[in-house]
């Protein structure tokens, strides 16, 4: 069936990186645009960042612009998020979503979410 | 940025009854508007999207209205198992793309 499992996450020091990775099976991975959101209690659910089905392009939300990388292996059905210079703010869940129809759309399909934590 | 705003943001009802869920946009997004359904634990789940179309294998006591500003998502008799968190999200302007902060329905 369609799936996406996300894993990576942790408990991390501000200031450290960490990789979260979201692996599709059950569809042509290749032909869909990909995105990372995050949801806390305080902030809801906030979109981090997206990336083309052939990886030619990627956008980022303001608040992780210039820390944080998306990027993907079509022959692996993986998708990555590279999280550098994490905040105490960055902690959340983080999810990946399928976007049915290039970046273009609705997510229809998430994965279960990956735990990410920073804390000193 | 497209600010979206649900309201109410806590509304509690009785199973059977009809409920109407309003979300509202900044500025214009056509139709470019999904709702999703959270429920504790589990991830978001795409019900709507182009502001009336239901995904793949959604009820139809589930229905989305509204265009530009203004969207309404309905639920004709609520069952047990649509209590949740709803979002709605905007599509037409990004980035970014953003959510609504969640209208949460109880049971009463």
């Known amino acids: 069936q369609v799936q996406l499992v996300e894993s990576g996450g942790g408990v991390v020091q501000p200031g450290k990186s960490l990789r979260l990775s979201c692996e599709a099976s059950?569809?042509?991975?290749?032909?869909?645009?990909m995105h990372w959101i995050r949801q806390t209690p305080g902030r809801g659910l906030e979109w981090v960042a997206v990336?083309?089905?052939?990886?030619?392009?990627?956008f980022y939300a303001d608040s992780v612009k210039g820390r944080f990388t998306i990027s993907r292996d079509n022959p692996k059905n993986t998708l990555f998020l590279q999280m550098n210079s994490l905040r105490v703010e960055d902690t959340a869940v983080y999810y990946c979503?399928?976007?049915?129809?290039?970046?273009?759309?609705?997510?229809?399909?998430w994965g279960q979410g990956t735990m990410v934590t920073v804390s000193s | 940025e497209i600010v979206m705003t649900q309201s109410p943001v806590t509304l509690s009802v009785s199973p059977g009854e009809r409920v109407t869920l309003a979300c509202r946009a900044s500025?214009?997004?056509?139709?470019?508007l999904a709702w999703y359904q959270q429920k504790p634990g589990q991830a978001p789940r795409l019900l709507i999207y182009?502001?009336?179309t239901r995904a793949t294998g959604i009820p139809a006591r589930f229905s989305g209205s509204g265009s530009g500003t203004d969207f309404t998502l309905t639920i004709s008799s609520l069952q047990s198992e649509d209590f949740a968190v709803y979002y709605c999200?905007?599509?037409?302007?990004?980035?970014?793309?953003?959510f609504g902060q969640g209208t949460k329905l109880e049971i009463k």
């Open positions: 979503a399928r976007d049915p129809v290039g970046v273009s759309d609705a997510f229809d399909i």
């Open positions: 059950g569809f042509t991975f290749s032909s869909n645009g």
């Open positions: 999200q905007q599509y037409k302007n990004w980035p970014p793309y953003t």
């Open positions: 182009g502001a009336s």
């Open positions: 990336i083309y089905s052939d990886g030619s392009d990627q």
């Open positions: 500025q214009s997004v056509g139709s470019s």
